[in-house]
């Protein structure tokens, strides 16, 4: 018997199986790898417009925005990126590293005293180290030798101090971001000159959104923000601006009334010359909240700033 030799057919043959069992093979490897790529491509991609997302965020809407061509390579069509000029003004006016937000606390209480230093911020420091209290005090440009005393002595009592403004013109100030910004980076190197102090934290004169700086507190808002500094309005107010004259009686009253439905409070007072009647509230102040079991404490850029709410 002699065995034929068939020519067996491609299909179904052990050279068939073969060539399947490598095609498999080949396709395991390649596919992934095909897949792998792909996504990779795709998520660089989706980086890129996240990250031009965030860019464009960072950046403050203002109708007032300066422009500035930013040159594109030869061949591309002609595009126009907005970047505010006044961002690369003060080059080093740009606050420490911090973790904003970090602290928020119930049953505080900040203290905060604007417009000094004055011949009440002594008295003032007297009446806060009796009850072993600290507090913040936003100041203004008085630059006379008693005056920067005064702020060091802010400093050297273990309370913080913060940027009111140097002119505390609210018609200069709020005028521009650039006008904001000269007036800011004027307090901030008066403060470290007289104290040694980096100011991280300011309030605006009139609060953050106010009558003069409507169309403008967006973008010294975002700039300010942008840079790093942290800013605080207030919950509480004492009642005792120029225009008022409140006795110390009232300011208790307007300080102490609605303790019992807060949960934290920056309470907004002043430290000026013709303040007596505030020197003269803040034992009972003090006392009241303590009664009530809250501590006090001074501001600093990691507590939750008490802010207004903004018109949409
Ligand atoms: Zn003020």
């Known amino acids: 018997?002699?065995?034929?030799?068939?020519?067996?057919?491609?299909?179904?043959?052990?050279?068939?199986?073969?060539h399947l069992i490598l095609a498999t093979i080949a396709l395991l490897i390649v596919v992934p790898i095909a897949v792998s790529v792909a996504l990779a491509v795709q998520n660089a991609a989706l980086r890129d417009s996240l990250e031009k997302l965030r860019e464009e965020i960072s950046q403050p809407a203002s109708n007032?925005?300066?422009?500035?061509?930013v040159a594109q390579p030869a061949g591309t069509p002609q595009m126009e990126v907005e970047i505010p000029l006044w961002q690369e003004s003060f080059p080093e006016l740009y606050a420490q590293p911090a973790q904003r937000g970090s602290i928020n606390e119930e049953k505080v209480i900040y203290l905060s005293?604007?417009?000094?230093?004055?011949?009440?911020?002594?008295e003032i420091l007297d009446v806060l180290d009796q009850y072993d209290v600290k507090a913040t005090f936003f100041v203004v440009g008085k630059t006379d030798t008693q005056s920067r005393k005064w702020m060091k002595e802010i400093v050297e009592r273990g309370h913080t101090i913060g940027i009111h403004s140097f002119s505390h013109d609210y018609e200069t100030i709020y005028d521009s971001v650039e006008a904001y910004l000269a007036d800011f980076n004027d307090m901030y190197q008066f403060i470290y000159e007289?104290?040694?102090?980096q100011p991280q934290i300011f309030r605006l004169p009139g609060g953050s959104i106010n009558s003069f700086n409507a169309d403008s507190y967006q973008s010294i808002l975002a700039e300010m923000l942008r840079r790093g500094f942290v800013y605080y309005d207030w919950n509480v107010a004492a009642g005792d601006a120029a225009v008022t004259k409140a006795s110390s009686t009232r300011i208790v009253q307007n300080v102490l009334g609605n303790a019992d439905s807060?949960?934290?409070?920056?309470?907004?007072?002043?430290?000026?010359?013709?303040?007596?009647?505030?020197?003269e509230a803040l034992p009972s102040i003090i006392e009241g909240y303590l009664e009530k079991g809250f501590t006090f404490a001074a501001l600093t850029p990691e507590v939750v700033p008490i802010v207004y709410t903004y018109p949409d």
Do not use: C, W
């Open 1 to 18: 018997m002699s065995l034929e030799r068939r020519k067996t057919p491609y299909f179904g043959s052990v050279r068939f199986f073969k």
């Open 64 to 69: 007032q925005m300066s422009t500035q061509p």
């Open 113 to 122: 005293f604007d417009d000094g230093p004055s011949a009440r911020t002594p």
């Open 194 to 197: 007289a104290t040694g102090v």
């Open 262 to 279: 807060i949960r934290r409070a920056v309470v907004l007072m002043h430290d000026s010359v013709d303040k007596y009647n505030t020197v």
